[in-house]
Nanobody, 115 residues
Framework: QVQLVESGGGLVQPGGSLRLSCAAS????????MGWYRQAPGKERELVAT???????NSIDSVKGRFTISKFNGKNTVYLQMRSLKPEDTAVYYC?????????WGQGTQVTVSS
């Protein structure tokens, strides 16, 4: 049973930074790809950024240059460093992991960008 636990969300002013963490219950090496998604009120969940087992990364255009996804296999943790945050980044952020058995989700962490 895979468990993903997010942390690091909170309230931040526009232009501020946050780092989200996603701790997995086992080795990250079992996953082909891990990612961060977000869902704003009244909107569909959208992919934000992904990282593969081989550390190849990708992100959506609206966060390029501001968000960085990374992972530390030794701590079984994936990170999302978010800088220059904007009010439109406000959402619940979810960690996702995919392997040959399917995909797994964390419970989400709220990020609110507001003055």
């Amino acid at each position: 049973q895979v468990q993903l636990v997010e942390s690091g969300g909170g309230l931040v002013q526009p232009g501020g930074s946050l780092r989200l963490s996603c701790a997995a219950s086992g080795s990250l090496l079992r996953f082909d790809v891990m990612g961060w998604y977000r869902q704003a009120p009244g909107k569909e969940r959208e992919l934000v950024a992904t990282i593969t087992r081989g550390d190849n990364t990708n992100s959506i255009d609206s966060v390029k240059g501001r968000f960085t996804i990374s992972k530390f296999n030794g701590k079984n943790t994936v990170y999302l460093q978010m800088r220059s945050l904007k009010p439109e980044d406000t959402a619940v952020y979810y960690c996702n992991a995919k392997d040959y058995t399917g995909q797994y989700w964390g419970q989400g962490t709220q990020v609110t960008v507001s003055s």
